[in-house]
């Protein structure tokens, strides 16, 4: 006769199973944040009533960033008006707009010494400008408070309003105007349900075809099932809307409610990533698995506007082509 007594019972229909995680690889692996300057940094997003995507959205680099004072704001509240499946900021009906965040972030980015900042938001489908505005708003603060600081903005697609709120922050005059593709057309239905991969394209382009100097930035995420073909895909679509940046990390899963982890990307095929971007002609590219739109954004423009330069000054003294023998 068997033994059952070490046989587990049967799972009750009203016992849900647990969901399956996968382990994280080393190479994806990052301290808890501790030190003095974390802990100034969080002190002063909290007296200034400021969010930062930083905290929102479980960065894994807020340890390393916020040690040496930089963080990245959120503006327009901390509740989005959509439910992407890889973004960890919480959904629901945004309180009103704070007139003091403008002159908030301002103080902060005095207060943090910052030479390079970057600001980005919430979805505000709410708002009849889709937050537009606000952006404006915390551009001059800047530009008053802190006129040596390069500002660097990573905006929502303003769904149905893209046009006029691009022609206005674009006016406002940031340095760099970042909008993420986030992933691949093809998993845009189940990823990113509330936005369309060629309406954020045709953003970029529009960045661009209101000021062409103006430098613009896109990423993806890898590892939540794009193949390898599609990824190049997206390359050459950033690169027809003149995108001059691109940065690619790995997708971490927030919660078990979000999108899994499909694959963790190793550093070898990043850096293979990489090498193609940079080949089809980016000026500067960032492809690392903790790579994220902010983590170091100021060496980054630092290089991207060097890059530029170099490559202005050889078109210069280039032969120019001309008709005839």
């Known amino acids: 006769m068997n033994d059952l007594t070490n046989i587990p019972p049967a799972a009750t229909p009203s016992e849900e199973p647990r969901p399956k995680r996968t382990r994280k690889p080393d190479w994806i692996r990052v301290r808890a944040p501790t030190g003095e300057g974390y802990n100034q940094t969080r002190k002063l997003m909290r007296e200034l009533n400021l969010n ?5 959205a479980a960065c894994p680099n807020i ?3 916020w040690d040496k004072k930089h963080a990245t704001v959120m503006i327009l509240g901390d509740v989005c008006t ?6 960890n900021v919480k959904t629901g009906m945004p309180r009103i707009v704070d007139p003091m965040e403008p002159e908030n972030t301002a103080v902060a980015a005095a207060k943090m010494g910052l030479e390079h900042i970057v600001i980005t938001s919430v979805d505000r489908d709410d708002l009849p400008d889709g937050g537009a505005s606000q952006f404006v708003k915390v551009i001059e603060a800047l530009r008053r408070n802190t006129p ?9 697609d303003f769904r149905g309003k893209m046009r006029s709120a691009v022609e206005a922050i674009v006016a406002a ?5 970042n909008h993420n593709l986030e992933t691949v057309p093809r998993l845009y ?9 060629y309406a954020s394209l045709r953003l970029l382009e529009e960045v661009k075809s209101h000021d062409p100097m103006i430098f613009t930035k896109s990423g993806i995420m890898l590892g939540l099932g794009e193949q390898r073909l599609e990824v190049h895909q997206v390359m050459d679509d950033m690169r027809s809307a003149e995108v001059d ?17 499909e694959e963790f990307v190793t550093p070898k ?13 980016f000026l500067q590219v960032a492809s690392t698995p903790l790579t994220r739109s902010s983590y170091h954004a100021g060496d980054d423009f630092a290089q991207m506007r060097e890059a530029r330069a170099n490559r202005l000054a050889k078109a210069a003294k280039s032969p120019k082509k001309t008709g005839g023998k």
């Open 148 to 156: 040596n600081t390069t500002i660097e903005i990573l905006t929502p």
């Open 63 to 65: 340890g390393e960033c």
């Open 52 to 56: 930062t995507v930083c905290e929102e």
């Open 269 to 281: 095929a990043f850096d293979a990533y990489g090498s193609i971007a940079r080949a089809k002609g």
């Open 245 to 261: 940046f691109m940065t690619m990390g790995q997708y971490l899963q927030p919660t078990p409610k979000h999108a899994n982890v």
């Open 173 to 177: 005059g940031p340095d760099v105007y």
């Open 189 to 197: 239905p189940t990823i990113r349900p509330g936005a369309r991969y």
């Open 82 to 87: 959509r439910a992407c499946a890889f973004c």
